[in-house]
């Protein structure tokens, strides 16, 4: 699509929530394309593989897939938007703890990248708590996360967790309690 006004929404998705898959919707509403970047840094130290976290966002884009693309990045945001040929980056704010951080992220990407905008997207009020760790945990601790991710993440985050448990199981149980 020439001229088409494509916009970045990065992060590290470990995994997608329903909470992230809201703001890739308004994304939808607004851009004509929008590409979902998977940061490939592990300082978070994922639950997921760089190749679980696309392969769950390829699956819950699906019925987008006319619109949005998903694929990882490494390096700068900055140097891959420009390459990607994006004009802006979105950022979903869930809450006022959000604001330093994204304000800090979005004036550092502007120094290093004077035309790239970042725009702040709000997600529905039902995901304004929600992150991705706090869903693993609720998960890991035997909680339910139905509703706050998709039926396929649930699932996925079901056998991870089971074969997380069976690992460590195997490599000496008894720190488990
Ligand atoms: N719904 C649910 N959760 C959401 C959310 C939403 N709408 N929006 C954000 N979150 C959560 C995420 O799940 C994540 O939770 P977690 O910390 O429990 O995993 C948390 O908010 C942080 O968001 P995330 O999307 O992971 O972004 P990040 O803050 O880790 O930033 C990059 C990641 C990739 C955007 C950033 O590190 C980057 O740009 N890296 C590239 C290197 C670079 O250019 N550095 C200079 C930056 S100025």
Known sequence: MSGA???????????????HLDIIQRACRLFDRVLVAVSTQVD???????????????????PLRRQVEVEAFDGLLVHY???????????????VTDFDYEFQMSLMNRRLCEELETVFLVPAEAYTYLSSSLVKE????????????PSQVE???????????????????????
């Open 5 to 19: 006004l494509l916009v970045l929404y990065p992060g590290s998705f470990d995994p997608v929530t329903n909470g």
């Open 44 to 62: 978070k130290r994922p639950l997921f593989s760089l190749e679980e976290r696309l392969e769950m966002l390829r699956e819950v884009t699906a």
């Open 81 to 95: 938007a420009v390459n990607r040929g994006a004009k802006a980056v979105i950022r979903g704010i869930r809450a």
């Open 138 to 149: 609720v998960a890991g601790l035997g909680g339910s996360v139905t509703g706050l991710v």
């Open 155 to 177: 699932r996925k985050l079901e056998e991870k967790l089971a074969s997380e448990r069976d690992r460590r199981k195997q490599s000496g149980g008894c720190r488990d309690g």
